[in-house]
C-alpha cells in the first residue's frame, strides 16, 4: 500500500510570485484535503477535492486554488504570495466523504518559506 | 462558533509517569473525533478515531476515550519515544470540515 506522497518537500518563494505544490493520494483513497500549519498551530483547512470536484473550502481567499485528477492526485496553488503564506502545507487522503469507519492519512508535507 | 481547545499547551513526564490530554469541543453535531501524533517538521500521523460517546480505542501506552463534549488520550507509563505534539480533531455533522486544536506538546524525560 502506498502512503501519501507530497512535492516539493521545500520550497522558498518571494512575495507576489505564485507556487504550485502537489499530492498524491493513498491507494483506495479518491478524497483528498489541504491544510496550512503555520509554526506551533494546529493545521487549518483549507479546501477538500472528491471525484475532482471542490467538495468544501475554510477561511481561505480565492488566491487558494487546487485541483484534483483522475488519478486522485492532486494540487495546491497559491498566486501572489504573502509573508504570511509562510508555512507547512499539509495534505491528507481519505476514503470517499460518506465511508465508515472515516480515516485520513497525511503526507510529510511542504514546507514554504515567502521572503 | 466551532471550536477545538487542548489542554495543556505542554507537559513534561518523567518516564514512566502516566497522565492524560483533554480535548474539548464544541460543534453542532459530531460526526468523528481524530486523534494525531505529530514529530517535529513531519505530517500528522493518524492514531484513533472515535465517533459516540463512551467509546474506547486502544493502542500500545495510548488510550483515547470520548464523552458528549470531550476526550481524553491517556498515556500510560510512557516512554520518551512518546515525545511529539498531540493533536485532536473534530469533524462535524454539517460538513466535511475537520477542524483542529492547536495540539499538546508532550515531553517524556529519560
Known amino acids: 500500500e502506498t502512503g501519501v506522497t507530497q512535492s516539493p518537500t521545500h520550497l522558498i518563494k518571494t512575495r507576489g510570485q505564485q507556487v504550485t505544490l502537489r499530492c498524491s493520494s493513498q491507494?483506495?483513497?479518491?478524497?483528498v484535503s489541504w491544510y496550512q500549519q503555520a509554526l506551533g498551530q494546529g493545521p487549518q483547512f483549507i479546501f477538500q477535492?472528491?471525484?475532482?470536484?471542490?467538495?468544501g473550502r475554510g477561511n481561505f481567499p480565492p488566491r487558494f486554488s487546487g485541483l484534483q485528477f483522475p488519478n486522485y492526485s492532486s494540487e495546491l496553488n497559491v498566486n501572489a504570495l504573502e509573508l504570511d503564506d509562510s508555512a507547512l502545507y499539509l495534505c491528507?487522503?481519505?476514503?470517499?466523504?460518506?465511508?465508515?469507519?472515516?480515516?485520513?492519512?497525511f503526507g510529510p508535507g511542504t514546507r514554504l518559506t515567502v521572503t | 462558533e466551532d471550536q477545538v481547545t487542548q489542554s495543556p499547551e505542554a507537559l513534561r513526564l518523567q518516564e514512566g509517569e502516566s497522565s492524560s490530554l483533554n480535548c474539548s469541543y464544541t460543534?453542532?453535531?459530531?460526526?468523528?473525533l481524530f486523534w494525531y501524533r505529530q514529530d517535529p517538521g513531519k505530517g500528522p500521523e493518524f492514531l484513533f478515531t472515535?465517533?459516540?460517546a463512551g467509546e474506547e480505542k486502544e493502542k500500545e501506552r495510548l488510550k483515547a476515550t470520548l464523552t458528549k463534549k470531550e476526550s481524553f488520550l491517556h498515556i500510560t507509563a510512557p516512554k520518551p519515544e512518546d515525545s511529539a505534539t498531540y493533536l485532536c480533531?473534530?469533524?462535524?455533522?454539517?460538513?466535511?470540515?475537520?477542524?483542529f486544536g492547536k495540539g499538546t506538546r508532550l515531553h517524556i524525560l529519560p
Open positions: 472515535l465517533y459516540s
Open positions: 491507494s483506495g483513497h479518491n478524497t
Open positions: 491528507a487522503s481519505s476514503p470517499y466523504p460518506g465511508a465508515s469507519p472515516y480515516e485520513q492519512y
Open positions: 480533531a473534530v469533524r462535524e455533522n454539517r460538513d466535511d470540515k475537520i477542524i
Open positions: 477535492y472528491y471525484r475532482e470536484e471542490e467538495n
Open positions: 460543534v453542532s453535531g459530531l460526526r468523528g
